[in-house]
């Protein structure tokens, strides 16, 4: 069975600091796909990235990378210099190919709090 | 602009009653999915669609009835068997394919049954 863990429950830094949310899965299958979304106070989650399983590439976008490792079946998300806008709580979700078709079984997420 | 509406944003019921949400999306997405979010936990899903008149239960689905008569409506009924209904639910879609796409999410409905 599938399974995400997001071991931080809550983080709290200053703003300007990078902070880093750990995350990491169980999975059976071979092909899979890992998610992180971000759910602000207004409660509407919002997609931030998609990878697949074949691609251990990081990636970068502007303040935020994740780092995809296999071999610790993590998948880290860091945000550099935070701001107060960061503040929100995240998801990471995994989806197996092939099995339990179309369903994402998310993390219990981390929520992040950056002050000013 | 191309999303997903739910409506009421908040919702209150007497015990016993059935009540239905909403969820209506315009991104001519295939897969729709409801999920239910209490405080400080994750999402757990209901039910999902991959197609029209099509449904799976998903891992807490008693006590919850869905129709998918329409591609861009999913609704969802919470009934009087459901024992705990008091919850933040969201309803999603997203496309479906050979590969997995990310999910999009409405605004959420706040349930309170007193």
């Known amino acids: 069975a599938q399974k995400v863990t997001q071991a931080q429950t809550e983080i709290s830094v200053v703003e300007k600091e990078d902070v880093t949310l750990d995350c990491v899965y169980e999975?059976?299958?071979?092909?899979?796909?890992l998610f992180w979304y971000k759910q602000p106070p207004s409660g509407e989650l919002v997609f931030l990235i998609r990878?697949?399983?074949?691609?251990?590439q990081n990636e970068i976008s502007g303040r935020y990378s994740w780092n995809f490792q296999k071999s610790t079946s993590s998948f880290n998300f860091t945000i550099t210099a935070s701001q107060v806008v960061d503040s929100a709580v995240y998801f990471c979700?995994?989806?197996?190919?092939?099995?339990?078709?179309?369903?994402?079984?998310f993390g219990d997420g981390t929520t992040l709090t950056v002050k000013p | 602009d191309g999303g997903i509406t739910q409506s009421p944003k908040y919702l209150f019921r007497k015990e016993g009653q059935n009540v239905t949400l909403s969820c209506e999306q315009n991104l001519n997405h295939d897969a729709m999915y409801w999920y239910r979010q209490d405080p400080g936990q994750g999402l757990r899903l209901i039910y999902y669609?991959?197609?029209?008149?099509?449904?799976q239960k998903g891992d807490i689905a008693e006590g919850y009835s869905v129709s998918r008569e329409k591609k861009e409506s999913f609704p969802l009924t919470v009934t009087s068997a459901q024992k705990n209904p008091t919850a933040f639910y969201l309803c999603a879609s997203s496309r479906t394919g050979t590969t997995y796409y990310e999910q999009y999410f409405g605004p959420g409905t706040r349930l309170t049954v007193t």
């Open positions: 990878r697949n399983s074949f691609d251990e």
């Open positions: 999975t059976r299958d071979t092909t899979y796909y």
């Open positions: 979700a995994l989806s197996e190919a092939n099995t339990n078709a179309g369903k994402s079984t």
């Open positions: 669609s991959q197609i029209v008149n099509d449904f």
